[in-house]
């Protein structure tokens, strides 16, 4: 009897290590849909981010869940709300740093401005920073990038899908200001060339994943881990 009861806490024991342990290694991350880095349709995931997370987290060994959302701000709620562990494809800035570490780079991000042709126009002026319509995406780092430098009028989407559109055919704003790959992207699905628009690149960032500072507090050598995955996969390739 004594016998059983030992094999019956051991069992007991070893079922909450088990358990202990697949809850540190499952992440529930939120991406924004940001084309062709992250993406959703139809319950199929897909992107750059995509491609590069899935390689990143099958070295570190751990099970994650994915799930999208309109833009770049409601993806950091779900963090500070505590209905994510992280979302990506992300460049660091201030407020998600409050409640998130940022990671190793997984690649670079390209700022550019976007204009029509025909239009010689100076960005950095006071005059196109208190009169030009500038076309971004709501919740992202450009976004954020525009209103602190102090831009006036700014249109903002959840997608980029309309603007090139609105910046070369119905003249609707000024210049659109996103991340170079997401809005060539939709320039070549309405057929555009590089010869019917101007782009000229403001900066550069880093684009990497945030992890929850709540969720590194449970398991606080889980960064480290990510963060060597990532150099290794940057290696390779």
Known sequence: MAIGRWFLNFGLIASLMLSHYACATSLRLVIPQFPPYTSEEKGIFSGIGINLIDRVMKDIGIDYQLRVTPNYARALGEVVRGQADGFFLASENEQRNEVAVFSEPLLINHWSWFFAPNKQLDPTS???????????????????????????????????????????????IDAVFLASVVFRKELEFYGYKSSDYVEVVEKSKPFGIYISKEYLKKYPDFMSKLNNAIIKIQKLD
């Not at 919740?139 to 700014?154: A, C, E, P």
């Open 126 to 172: 006071n005059s196109f920073k208190s009169t030009a319509n500038v076309a971004t995406i709501h919740g992202s780092n450009t976004h954020v990038w525009l209103t602190k430098q102090g831009y006036q009028s700014i249109t903002k989407s959840n997608s980029g899908y309309m603007f090139p559109r609105l910046l070369l055919e119905k003249k609707r």
